[in-house]
């Protein structure tokens, strides 16, 4: 064997060796929890961290064969948030676990799927539109047959069967953005007029801005969320931004966000809602039904305070929806503080390594197509934190990996799976960078 197939090897090793520290998590929160919900040890406590382990070590396997010089740290990362997601639902609900289980094998193996015929991904780049199109067809079903579930139209029904097709849609948007930006970044970038002495470029290229502005607009109004809308917007802002380098497209897009939601805000009383809840949760008009869950969940941080109350020793039960859009405010109050940091830190290091890819990327496709699929971690998660601690106004989206649900969850799978082959594909067209890559 030689050396460059040694250093692989040992590369993969390494994240053999974080697997088995998720591994430890897994199985001390499963039997932590199931001592504090049954008071003794049950075969629950074996098999639930057992499978998702298994499905863990044989994705890592995949892996290993499949794209040997990939990432190292994004896998064993996204491992742990699933673990920790796991262990919570759990606790939660235990139907719960074993449906998120069931759903966890799923998009396991829809990522090795994406491993074993994406590899080449620059391949999506040729259907740029179609996809587009599909996007756009899958947003528009819910607007037209969504199914409203807690103020937001954000389901489709199919016999027992309910998804939300705005998780794979943010996807193929981005495949189509990333393809669009590359093809087009130098027009984009070029400025031939001036605006109020700002150099800007001809008003047919904002085309794209103000298309994506009017979807996120309508998002908000037909489908009652104000997080959706932010999230696709601003992806797109990131995406326009990584592509032009221009700081006008940013304040253009902020600017045009803030509009439209001022807007809204200003025509339909479900959007003021949500601003008023967040302005004053603890009104006594509101605190006992519009602002109960935002109350709730801070309280749910204080009563966490440092350390936590313990798994299963709190009451994170008192929160609707708890399983899906506050589980982070279940961490904060059994895991405290510690736990939470935890878990923010476990997002910065996969919106880390998503940017170190976007920037080993050889290709622009591949680097547009990367830092879309970042921003989608690093906004989505941002924007579920901040709404269950306050920092901004409270949105009905899944924080990623953890939250309970199958369309979440195997559309995250599914952007590991291409974060994964485009970092592959950058070090397998560098042999310096493998080198480099495969010694940290």
Known sequence: MNLQGVDRIKARNRELGLLLLVGLILFAGFFSATIALKGKPSYEHLFYPGSAYLIFLVSHMFIRRLTPVADLIIFPTVAALTSLGLIMIYRLDTNLAFVQLI??????????????????????SSYKYSLGLVAIALLASTMLFGKEINGAKLWLKIGPLSFQPSELSKILLVIFLAAFFAEKKELLSISTHRLMGIPVPELKYFIPLLMMWGISVLLMIFQKDLGSSLLFFGIFICMVYVSTSRKFYVFAGLALFFLGAYLCYLGFSHVQVRVITWLNPFNQATIEKESYQIAQSLFAFSSGKIAGTGLGFGYPTLIPAVSTDFIFSAVGEELGLFGSVFV????????????????????DFGKCLASGLT???????????????????LTGITLPFMSYGGSSLVSNYILTGLLMVISHRALCMNPLSIRKGVSR
């Open 103 to 124: 759903w966890l094998c799923v998009g396991s193996a829809l990522m090795l799927l994406v491993l074993i015929f994406l590899r080449k991904y620059e391949s999506l």
């Open 344 to 363: 923010v830190i476990l997002y910065l290091v996969i919106v880390s390594r998503g940017i170190k890819i976007a920037l080993a990327a050889r290709d």
């Open 375 to 393: 921003s989608i971690i690093a906004l989505q998660s941002f924007i579920i934190m901040g709404g269950v601690t306050r920092l901004i106004p």
